[in-house]
């Protein structure tokens, strides 16, 4: 935006004024305000960006502007304007008419928002139907456009689809076309791209540039990722524990940030390029989210012993069938992952890297035998994985250990951190419940917190502590291994560079051996010794981190690195790809052959896949 603009920009009257918002929960009979006195505007043509870590209120704030907070446990107070009208003092019923109408909301899960039971041309078709007078066979035509704005191949084809066929970017983009049914003059963003792969999230941010500038709508964007803020913002306000810390044009917050919370969120945004002139893993710096100030990163001491790899995988591989029609006839496989081949040493971290269904979270599992490979073999310590029966299975276990994405999901909520870092000790009969004790208070001191966490339970935990302590549970078997499956990536960006610096800490100190599974790309490139990137169930690529990034071989490899978002707001007019671009499929009919993968060396220990 040029300063002609922003003085146009100014004398208009803003599509969006919030003023004065506070809004208060109910709590043991007490209200509490978990958003504070926050006051900004969004001008016609506009994105406006609040960024916060978890728990700052900005989605609270997003939701308080809709009135979706439920009405008896909830109080919203200050003044919400949109079109001359405060939206606080609306009755329910023109409220309902603001909603879908002249401003739509697109949510962080798509698929939580799309009704499995119908299909998603009728329900894009059900918010025109209830906003305008159009007939079904108009609606239908309408959504059908709709579909084509937003880049859906084959858009006609697609009106029948449920959304359980459809990829997380393709949903999201459904979600996109639903809430422009009606052309609202406001449209409301939370965390739409969070959820998605790098190459999708680009994808998402393309497409709301370009139907922003077709259609000329204002954005209320709410993300906590600053590379996406610089990528989509004019304006961007920062939300600190429910409290508007600073507010400015986006190109001014980055340049010039006053507050200590923002210098602290954009010190710890990992950028891609940064690890250049580094032969080992960076520890993030450590940021003070109080005053903003963060400390040299020390480099990975090389504790890398190339004698002899502690992890062997040869021609791994794994197919899901197909079964359709009334038989249940076999009428194709899901490749999944299919002749995968690496070696992974003590002290080093070996990162898999690729879009959803590419097959790395599959190969980790095959790995560690949660799901049963067809083919290939898994050498553990001289020990073929898959030769094992359940008894010694349990034993190799101990040797190789696994932390999931959802460290929630991984505790059980019934059971205290305590008893569920003993548990696996205990199971292994590694000693006794006295042992045990003893165990457990060193495991906790391991990974930052205290020994008089044991008694909590796993709802009593930030998001990173849970994650410390799903870390804490597979260390206390002592492991050689630890396969990281998205660890990280549902984190803060602050809470992610603690966990990733503990990692590294434990691998200096431990010698341990990580496969980093991961589709952050920026992230990857801090913590990883070698790379193999992963593209429909093979390794296209895989190689030193140094080579692999400043000199990808693989046109797939280049395409994920150019999706990466990029902190610097002077980028924002780039496109970077086609937005009707997806990840392949990998299923096959049942009689396909795969063809031998050939390798070629482009640098010591670079290999590229032939085309």
């Known amino acids: 935006m040029n300063a002609a603009e922003a003085i146009i920009m100014e004398a208009v009257e803003p599509v969006l004024s919030v003023e004065n918002l506070t809004t208060s929960f109910l709590v043991d009979g007490e209200w509490n305000s978990v958003v504070r006195d926050v006051s900004f505007s969004v001008a016609p043509g506009e994105t406006v960006a609040i960024v916060g870590e ?98 859906i191949p084959s858009a006609a084809s697609r009106f029948d689809e449920y959304p359980h066929r459809l990829s997380g970017g393709m949903r999201q983009r459904v979600m996109i076309a ?128 190339k004698d002899k790899p502690i992890l062997q995988v040869k021609n791994l591989t794994k ?28 002290g080093e971290t070996l990162s898999l890297v690729g879009e959803s269904g590419c097959g790395k979270s599959t190969t980790g599992r095959a790995i560690m035998r949660l799901i049963e490979p067809d083919s290939g073999s898994v050498m553990v310590e001289d020990r073929d994985v898959l030769s094992l029966d359940k008894r010694q299975m349990r034993e190799m276990r101990k040797s190789v250990q696994m932390i999931f994405q959802d460290p929630f999901a991984s505790l059980n909520p019934r059971m205290t951190v305590g008893q569920a870092i003993a548990e696996p000790y205990l199971e292994h009969k590694m000693g006794s419940a006295r042992d045990a004790k003893q165990v457990v208070s060193e495991m906790l001191r391991k ?103 400043g000199n990808p071989q693989h046109d797939y490899t280049r395409k994920l690195i150019a999706a990466v978002p990029v902190p610097d707001p002077d980028r924002r007019s780039e496109r970077r790809m086609p937005a009707s671009e997806e990840l392949k499929s990998p299923i096959r009919p049942p009689d396909f052959v795969v063809a031998p993968r050939a390798y070629r060396e482009v640098s010591p220990g670079h290999f590229v896949a032939a085309a």
């Not at 809709?66 to 606080?88: E, H, K, P, V, Y």
């Not at 393309?206 to 600053?226: A, P, R, W």
């Not at 899901?320 to 490749?335: A, K, N, P, Y």
């Open 54 to 151: 978890s728990g700052s209120g900005k989605s609270v704030t997003s939701l308080s502007i809709m009135r979706l907070l439920q009405a008896d446990t909830s109080r919203i107070d200050g003044r919400i304007m949109f079109g001359g009208r405060d939206l606080l003092t609306l009755p329910e019923k023109d409220m309902r008419r603001v909603r879908g109408n002249d401003i739509s909301m697109i949510f962080q899960e798509p698929m939580t928002s799309l009704n499995p039971l119908f299909t998603v041309g009728d329900q894009i078709s059900e918010a025109l139907l209830c906003h305008k007078a159009l007939s079904a066979g108009e609606a239908k035509a309408e959504t059908i456009r709709l579909l084509e704005k937003v880049r």
């Open 178 to 305: 639903m809430a422009l049914a009606s052309k609202p003059r406001l449209l409301i963003a939370d965390e739409p791209t969070t959820a998605l792969d790098v190459t999708i999230q680009g994808q998402i941010l393309d497409l709301i540039k370009i139907l922003q500038e077709e259609e000329g709508t204002s954005v209320l964007f709410i993300t906590h990722d600053m590379g996406v803020v610089a990528e989509i913002a004019d304006r961007t306000v920062v939300m600190y524990r429910g409290e508007q810390v600073e507010t400015g044009k986006t190109t001014d917050i980055f340049h010039r940030g006053r507050h200590p919370y923002t210098r602290a969120l954009l010190s710890a945004v990992p950028v891609l390029g940064s690890m250049r002139g580094f032969d080992r893993p960076l520890r993030f710096p450590v940021v003070n989210m109080e005053t903003g100030e963060s400390n040299v990163p020390a480099e990975v001491p090389d504790t890398v012993a």
């Open 319 to 346: 197919r899901f069938d197909i079964h359709s029609g009334l038989f249940g006839r076999l009428s194709g496989r899901v490749h999944a992952v299919e002749n995968v081949s690496f070696d992974l040493f003590a």
């Open 447 to 549: 990974v930052g917190l205290t020994p008089d966490m044991a008694s909590r339970y796993p709802h009593e935990f930030s998001g990173g502590q849970r994650q410390r302590i799903c870390i804490a549970r597979a260390l206390a078997l002592e492991p050689k291994v630890i396969i990281a499956d998205e660890s990280v990536s549902a984190l803060d960006v602050s809470i992610k560079a603690q966990v990733i610096n503990l990692m590294l800490d434990l691998q200096e100190s431990l010698n341990l051996a990580f496969l980093f599974i991961s589709h952050d790309m920026a992230v990857v490139e801090r913590v990883s010794h070698r790379v193999a990137v992963m593209y429909l169930g093979e390794i296209v690529e895989i190689g030193p981190r140094e080579t692999v990034f």
